[in-house]
């Protein structure tokens, strides 16, 4: 059985990384490159780094992503106004493992393909984000939520799976910042009618959340954006979490996961001397 993966989701918005709460506010946290290496040293699978900053010119430049991944040793994930193989060979270059389309590829669906058939399915990640409208209905949003394009999400991903996807980052946008924990429901119905893998993004509040997205959720990973910027070694304790709950998720070596145990917010309890000494520190992927 393959691993499941914890994923950090980093936004980008004029230079900085943001807190995003409903997809229309936005709280400045720092500097990409801190928050991407202190991110990656904490045992996370994958870094999605996302772009939202307004597009100002035609010719995108990445040099700035390239010094962004430059010390990076866990596979990024690279999104933000992709709309050419052009710029995706410039950002495979900049050190990017796999790139992520949104708005385009509903614009043009037949950038996927076009991606697919020069990189592979397994470069291209399609983000999908939706939220639930009045008439209690799932829509497709574009255009960083802005957009309504009145498709139906569970359709818009079997397309994208036809069309050479080779994942879906599925991500709610009522719940993006809240805390609520991620769509359960509606994660497992698209898991269920597609075959591909699955990212459960948007509303995790405590680190329990992430056990249910997988468990509850059918996801194949699990991410998450806020939760990882105010708690120091919050991958760790996430994973712990998981690894408590039965998941089957990647472990580190150094890290210790096994029997750990928390307090009532949550927070990883500190080993004492002799449980230290029984620890197996190593702990196989």
Not at 105 to 121: H, S
Request: contains cysteine; charged residues 25%; glycine residues 8%.
């Amino acid at each position: 059985m393959l691993k499941k993966r914890l994923i950090a989701c980093l936004i980008i918005k004029d230079g900085l990384i943001v807190q995003s709460v409903g997809f229309n506010k936005y709280f400045p946290i720092g500097k990409p490159n801190f928050s991407i290496e202190f991110i990656a040293r904490w045992d996370v699978d994958e870094i999605i780094l996302l772009d939202i900053s307004p597009s100002k010119t035609t010719k995108k430049d990445y040099s700035q992503l390239k010094l962004f991944i430059k010390n990076c040793f866990v596979p990024i994930t690279y999104g933000g106004g992709i709309s050419s193989i052009e710029d995706v060979n410039d950002i495979i270059n900049s050190g990017a493992d796999r790139i992520s389309i949104n708005s385009n590829a509903l614009e043009e669906p037949k950038l996927i393909k076009e991606i697919a058939e020069v990189y592979g399915e397994q470069c291209i990640v399609v983000s999908i984000d939706y939220k639930t409208n009045e008439d209690g209905k799932n829509r497709v949003y574009s255009h960083s939520g802005t957009k309504d394009t009145g498709l139906d999400p569970l359709d818009w991903a079997k397309k994208c799976e036809v069309l050479g996807a080779g994942e879906i980052l599925l991500n709610s946008i009522d719940r993006d910042g809240r805390g609520t924990g991620y769509d359960v429901a509606f994660i497992k119905r698209v898991t269920e009618h597609i075959n591909i893998p699955v990212i459960a993004c948007g509303g995790v509040g405590k680190f329990s959340d992430f056990s249910k997205g997988i468990l509850d959720g059918g996801a194949s990973a699990v991410a998450a954006a806020n939760i990882f910027h105010y708690v120091e070694h919050s991958t760790i304790i996430a994973k712990a979490h998981m690894y408590n709950n039965g998941v089957e998720i990647r472990l580190n070596q150094i890290a210790q996961y096994k029997d750990r145990k928390f307090d009532k917010n949550g927070r990883l309890l500190m080993l004492n001397n002799d449980q230290l000494e029984k620890a197996d520190w190593a702990l196989k992927e």
